[in-house]
């Protein structure tokens, strides 16, 4: 599928929007667009409600995603990504991923 109809897929809340979302992450090391439309779909409120596990959304698995894809584009979206979280969100994902600032995140995904 292509990155245009996985970001469908999660926008519409298709029953595989998280297997949609983590195929586009999968891209992110080596497509920009894909690391663009997860930035984009992490701002999705419904993405911003629907846990994984404990406190983690599946927004905050894209811009975990998007911080591992350790590309200049990738970082920077997931700079702007976090920017969108509102402060209590944030507060909770840097101690999730136990840094003090979001730059300072290079988690690794397996």
């Known amino acids: 599928m292509s990155n245009a109809e996985l ?55 894209g811009i975990i995603a998007l911080l591992a894809g350790e590309t200049e584009h990738s970082r920077a979206a997931a700079y702007e990504a976090f920017g969108a979280l509102d402060a209590e969100e944030q507060r909770d994902m840097l101690d999730y991923l136990e840094v003090t600032t979001i730059e300072q995140a290079h988690p690794r995904i397996a």
């Open 7 to 61: 970001a469908r897929m999660v926008e519409s809340e298709h029953p595989y929007r998280g297997k949609a979302l983590f195929e586009l992450s999968d891209r992110i090391p080596l497509d920009d667009d894909a690391a663009t439309k997860v930035a984009m779909l992490s701002r999705l409120t419904s993405l911003r409600r629907a846990r994984l596990f404990d406190r983690v959304s599946l927004a905050w698995s």
